[in-house]
């Protein structure tokens, strides 16, 4: 895709490039998006279906209709054309109506101050464009009002560490080729009054591209709905609202080549991103989930370093393990009592060697310590220092707005409620032009399709939201069970499987039937989260709607929380029944538990679970990744272009590419969805390396290779497959911020459990220190396991081939700390079960707390703001300060010698420490 | 106190209310705050030393010296008094170079156009005054520096619950007569260029006194130190800085009259505190201390209504009780073994009854519920809640400035450093009136003595602060072991003490034994932690000297730490040794710890520690309330007020009283010492209502009397006692939110752990569902006991007296879970202990959880800024934008029909839903 990008943009950039040094600028409508008297960029551009391509209609359209302030002569035309309308197709009334509506929307921008100019039918058949262009006097008053921050004529130096920056210059992504890298002009919120601050030589270029598209975008917004008690709110027509203007001008040509060359590609994996670029070309919002992911990615480093030097240790120390050179010692005779009832018989627990031996590479002592790092980690570095020290750094260098708040919308549908009853009107939000965002649009009209019988209300009380709030609770309840259920069908599904193969298969086929059901279930089990995902999202969203949320934000919030709670507990059921149910509610030989009439409920193999635990997690998060990366990611979108393209006659196109402009090819790119899902894929992700790192300690490497992956898979679909996003101006990642601090607080408690209750670490330590006679683990094995006196099997439940092992068994044994047949308490749980769980929560209560107090402490060290960042806020302070004081005396100056001409404070570069 | 203000104040009343509705302003000098000129208000006073008022200097001191942008015209005064001054008095050369800075320091305020009116030693001998005026243009240009938020035209009303505010009106303080109180100007930034917006009518009160004064205390502030790279620092001299302009105008006399019969006043303890006022008065900083401890006085209502219930509940179920009732049973003829060794003998449990019944008031099943709520009550509504939320109230509603941020001082300190280096001039900064306010001046004066040796660095490097960090950490260490000790020897006290009284003690008296040693201990304790509570301050504060922080900010926050980490441990330790660790460590019999040769470690009464505990904490409590308010509070300052008056001769009093003017009385007053004692007292408060809440559900019940106290306490010492201080403005509470975070997150795992551990709650469930032979608590009591063979006593420790009771004793008993001696392992933790131990561990990882749980759920479900303040909020904007916009269109009108003249807009109350 790239090539395809380059070998189109390569000719234009080099004509650009002559262009930019002789400092003319091309006006060939082709290629630029002027509008078509080559004098008016165009800023906007709105799309609308024509059904009916007629003459007249095309003839009007085709003439150029720009207006300026001038709201009486626009009037003429706008009733002349409803008129000529009315004549020729009364039939046709829905497009009418449409162009009405249109046409009053215009209409409204138009008393906005924006120019337009209307273009239908030219080359794509059934397609209108609206191109829009924000003059000079609007971009102005928008910017104040924004607060925009604009750059001064002030540059400063900024203080950069050269050395770090020579160490890291080979990662740096080559952006500017002659911009001095720590020079910066100080900037300041733009005001007319103080015009006399900004560099205003250049109009044209002083508001960049994407600062322009986002203030038309917004403009119509205010116009209609901040003011309703001056009753104007009439804004409405049938414009699609895809924004089209990749590319618009000579910097974004090049920043789009420079994007391809050292963003969107993955030769480059190990740089790191051009953060300042993609802020500057897609907005604050994507800008900072790509920063976000990229310093995840980072942070993931060292995790993984960690979590592979884990794993070598217990591969290293496998040889010297007491506990496993015990259970693969043939001369601890050990007979243990069956796994099944009946047709298992005895077993020696030397064949249990190979567990014992693997379980080794994942529970030992080195992982107690991997926990507790993966936990602060996650809690300390992964949520505060990262998010607040990352954002600010981030926000501060390159995105140069750190205090401003993107506008509110708060309140803005309950309005929509109110006037729709006031007008009677519910079809009055059946398009969505007024909003700009996909996003918006898809909930409004989906929102109002739902709202209709409630329109009577003009405010939804608690008894008009109690019946969704019923549906939405009963549901989420409902949809958990039904991923508990499905869980408990995969139990069953291997407790029988397994039943099953012991009972036909030959002998030597039984040694690999554990691993063949374990493999399998855990695909299942894949498959099935998969499924689920999707099914999820959209019954999330479904259930969003009915719930008719007050807001955008809120809407998106509440969207994300439900999908998140669905989604995690369908990722996640699995995986905590391994890792906290499973071989725990067996009951005990002589007395088992049976579920679904005579099935037992399954055992652990013999060093825990903690093995099968690592094999779903590793299925799982491999399985995941790959299938939603090649498949979801990949293959869908390529999909949906080829049908996309389809819809044009093949002959045409090749035709179409050479003539259309730049707006007209980005109509057929795919539209912008929004980044919660990346985010969700993310934060699953997150999930799984921090709640059960304990138990898998290569998670945080296969989540660094995914990632490196999924960045520069991000990068080229927003680059060569999506029309450019409006750009959003976001000061943090929102609500993702609070699932991630959520999720690292349960992981650490979840971690503790793992880690007390998954795996032997607290029995071994407690048989160390309490019950071993010579101060070693040796023994271990056979102090947890219990007696059990076969003569005690229920009847019925005793093995038929007794004498498999070839002596008589008299005495089986079986994991679990029970009191022996011979003492006063058959079968009881003995002093050391108590003393081990006594153990094993009391670990828990140090684990988290330690966690909790370390993290603070760390939280204490690390400040919220780095020191160099505050320092630099710092001094610019002081030097708008300077600034200002400057031109205070500049006045005082002036009105002593009774010279009235303002003059721009141009100073140089002067260096601050 | 209040009676004398008001006899003061109602002449002047009466006639400025007369004048101000004739419009006119009174400007006799002697009452109003204006220059000898009359026509130029005094917005700050600044009193130095005057040693010997000679009469020449009194006649040129007394000649006004006003300037106005008149550098040159200053200058020859200037020099002709050094001249003067060497002439005459060249061995006082201290007094002469303090008036050379002092003249200094005066022309550079003058530069920053301040005008200034000198006088000395007028009717205080000794004592000069330089009062400072801030012209109208320097007023505006400062605000609008500061981003002060003023009211503009535009009026609107709030929507106030009426039916809430009816409930409530008699709670109301009667702050204005005829003040509409849902009426609200918009406010917005002052900007020159927006002047139009604002209502400058009377510019004399459109900033306010607290306003000006503010201004002009930061105004030479930035001058000397924001702008040192121009070379401009030099303005030092030796001014005291202590602002003195309690009252200087009719809004003020009149808010200090409300005040002091609105606020200062015991009588009117059950109404809200007039908020706005105070900030009005005092300043946003010293408002919100009034403010957070307003809420916190009215959160505590709830917690000692519930606390109460508890208690009674306890009272009401104690004839019920049925452990109790077995104590107390006669039939259950339990002997228990000896409490001390050789001089105790055996005795009954049943002398136990009394305690027992007692404990049963504290540690019932309504204690647990009891934790749970004040965990949260701790957690959630004392911190987030309370404090966001009631701050965005009150920031809101009162103080009207939600996103101003103080001016940041940080760097200032460094900056210092550097340039006292560069001028070689250690002695610089011996004054402090550069800063003007008492804290710092404080802080400065004595870093700098402190900095001396260091001085010749540029900046301070890790290697130079090593040995002050080093001492700082042994200090603390040793500090903290201090109190250790401490809390050791009154153990060894009470130990030795109970030994001895044991010895040689009547039989009728040794009943009483435990009650009176337990009782003067606890006092011992009280004593102790009074005095080291004032010591732990002082070593604390020359701790941070030594630290030389960078900035006051950090400054004023490690010493809060500092302080507040020695004197928490002070106030905690013998309470945390009561509550975990005594009756803990004293082994079993036969084989008992012993500490200092035969002292054995003190047991608890047989029910637990738990009454102990409430013991100890109802001293600490109440002992430390009422001797910090009476005496500190209220009998030091009356003692400073009499010696500082007596050194002004008895005879001038009188009639100086009669002829001074306002500022010259106020000079008697005591100074602004700042908030950080009054907020170390309700922390440590705030850490006994809720850490150990647990045993003590009383707590909250003194705490709510005592702080009903406090307020009026704090409003009266405000009103009549200290000089007024400087308006400082303050965002939030500082470093005490996170404190009390830190407080409430330990207090969940405190009383975690006080509930499982040292009350009797998880042995009773235990035992009502393990062992129980019938479900309930019958039979408890023998469980808990084990059985000693007294045979197996070590040789010397039996009791002498075996035949106490009247028969021959095999078999006794103590409170453990211990092995009977017949069993295989006699003596060692039987089964029951194990698994009680467990239920304890695992009851506080619920706790602790359930509670963290709940705590996220209720900040999840109560917003940080409360709905209808946001919808305020939001409101406002909009109403700022509809301004906005009606500008817009007026210029647009006026630039068509070419009308150039600025008219302000004026807009009548528009409702707002």
Redesign the interface.
């Known amino acids: 895709d790239s090539i395809i990008v380059k070998s189109f943009l390569d000719p234009i950039i080099t004509s650009l490039r002559k262009a930019q040094q002789g400092n003319e600028r091309p006006k060939d409508p082709k290629l630029w998006p002027y509008f078509q008297d080559g004098l008016r960029r165009i800023d906007y551009v709105l799309t609308y279906h024509v059904q009916k391509p007629q003459s007249t209609r095309k003839l009007s359209a085709k003439s150029c209709l720009c207006f300026k302030f001038r709201r009486e002569q626009s009037s003429p035309p706008a009733h002349e054309d409803p008129e000529l309308a009315a004549q020729e197709q009364r039939l046709d009334y829905h497009e009418d109506d449409q162009r009405l509506r249109r046409e009053e929307f215009e209409e409204n921008l138009r008393e906005m101050g924006l120019e337009m100019e209307r273009e239908e039918g030219n080359k794509i058949p059934g397609v209108g464009f609206l191109k829009i262009h924000a003059p000079w006097e609007v971009l102005c008053?928008e910017a104040e009002?924004m607060k925009l921050k604009m750059p001064t004529f002030k540059v400063f130096v900024l203080k950069v560490n050269m050395f770090v920056q020579k160490v890291t210059a080979t990662l740096q992504p080559k952006v500017g080729e002659n911009r001095v890298e720590n020079e910066k002009y100080l900037s300041y919120p733009f005001s007319r009054?103080k015009q006399h601050l900004f560099d205003l030589s250049d109009r044209n270029s002083f508001f960049d591209s994407k600062t322009r598209s986002s203030i038309v975008s917004t403009n119509p917004f205010?116009k209609a709905f901040?003011?309703p008690s001056q009753g104007q709110f009439k804004t409405k027509c049938h414009l699609s609202p895809d924004l089209i203007t990749k590319g618009p001008d000579v910097v974004l040509i090049l920043s789009l080549q420079i994007l391809c060359e050292e963003w969107a590609s993955y030769s480059i994996f190990y740089k790191y991103q051009p953060i300042g670029l993609i802020r500057k070309y897609f907005g604050e919002k994507v800008g900072l989930y790509f920063a976000w992911l990229g310093v995840y990615t980072q942070m993931l480093i060292p995790a993984a370093i960690v979590g592979v030097i884990v794993f070598l240790y217990g591969c290293v120390t496998v040889e010297d393990n007491i506990p496993s050179m015990e259970v693969c010692d043939e001369r601890n005779n050990i007979t243990m009592c069956p796994i099944c009832d009946r047709v298992c018989s005895y077993w020696k627990l030397v064949t249990a060697c190979g567990t014992a031996r693997a379980s080794h590479l994942f529970d030992n002592a080195a992982t107690v310590f991997f926990a507790i790092f993966m936990a602060l980690w996650g809690q300390q570095l992964c949520s505060t220092f990262m998010f607040t020290q990352i954002c600010a750094l981030i926000l501060h260098f390159c995105f140069n707005s750190p205090h401003t708040h993107p506008r509110?919308n708060?309140?803005l549908f309950k309005k929509l409620i109110i006037l729709a009853k006031a007008l009677n009107l519910p079809f009055l939000f059946g398009s969505s032009a007024v909003t700009g965002f996909e996003m918006r649009n898809y909930t409004l009209t989906k929102l109002l399709a739902n709202l209709s019988p409630i329109l009577k209300e003009p405010k939804l009380t608690c008894r008009d939201r109690m019946p969704a709030y019923m549906t939405i609770i009963v549901m989420m309840v409902f949809l958990i069970c039904v991923t508990l259920a499905i869980v408990f069908g995969v139990v069953l599904y291997r407790v029988s499987i397994m039943t099953a193969l012991h009972m036909s298969s030959t002998p030597s086929f039984r040694t690999n039937i554990r691993a063949t059901v374990k493999t399998t279930a855990a695909i299942i089990n894949l498959i099935i989260i998969i499924i689920m995902d999707e099914v999820y999202g959209a019954i999330a969203r479904w259930l969003t709607i009915m719930e008719v949320p007050k807001t955008d934000k809120s809407f998106e919030e509440r969207l994300i929380f439900k999908t998140f709670i669905l989604k995690f507990a369908n990722a996640f059921t699995p995986i905590v029944y391994l890792a906290f149910f499973r071989g725990r509610i067996i009951g005990r030989p002589g007395k088992y538990i049976y579920v679904m009439g005579s099935y037992r409920m399954e055992e652990c193999a013999h060093a825990g679970c903690l093995m099968e635990l690592c094999i779903q997690l590793c299925i799982t998060m491999l399985g995941k990744q790959l299938i939603q990366n090649n498949l979801f990611e990949i293959g869908v979108p390529k999909l949906k272009k080829m049908l996309r393209q389809r819809k044009i006659d093949k002959k045409h196109q090749e035709e179409l590419d050479k003539t259309l402009h730049r707006h007209e090819k980005d109509h057929f790119l795919g539209p912008f969805v929004g980044l919660n899902p990346e985010y969700m894929e993310m934060i699953i992700q997150f999930g799984m390396v921090t709640l059960f790192v304990a138990s898998f300690p290569l998670a945080p490497l296969f989540a660094l290779l995914n990632n490196i992956i999924e960045i520069r898979l991000d990068a080229k679909k927003f680059v060569t497959e999506l029309r450019r996003p409006i750009a959003v101006r976001a000061k943090d990642i929102g609500i993702w911020y609070t699932l991630l601090r959520?999720l690292s607080?349960v992981a650490v408690?979840v971690n503790a459990f793992v880690i007390s209750f998954t795996s032997d670490f607290i029995p071994r330590l407690v048989y160390q220190y309490m019950y071993s006679p010579d101060g070693t683990l040796h023994g271990f094995v056979n102090h947890t396991l219990s007696y059990f006196n076969v003569s005690h099997f229920q009847p019925g439940t005793e093995p038929t081939e007794s004498m498999h092992l070839g002596y008589k068994v008299e005495v089986c044994r079986y994991k679990d700390y029970r009191d022996p047949p011979w003492s006063d308490t058959p079968y009881e749980f003995?002093?050391q079960f108590?003393?081990i769980?006594?153990a094993r929560?009391?670990f828990?209560?140090v684990f988290?707390?330690v966690v909790?107090l370390m993290s603070?402490f760390v939280d204490w060290l690390i400040p919220d703001i780095p020191k160099d960042i505050?320092?630099q806020i710092?001094n610019e302070?002081?030097l708008i300060?300077?600034l200002?004081?400057k031109q205070?005396q500049g006045k005082k100056y002036r009105n002593t010698i009774g010279d009235p001409s303002p003059q721009p404070l141009r100073s140089r570069p002067s260096s601050q420490a």
Do not use: T
């Open positions: 008053r009002f009054e205010r901040c003011l509110s708060a309140g959520g607080k408690i003995s002093r108590w003393a769980l006594a929560l009391a828990v209560i988290q707390n909790m603070d505050s320092i710092h302070r002081n300060v300077e200002f004081m205070e």
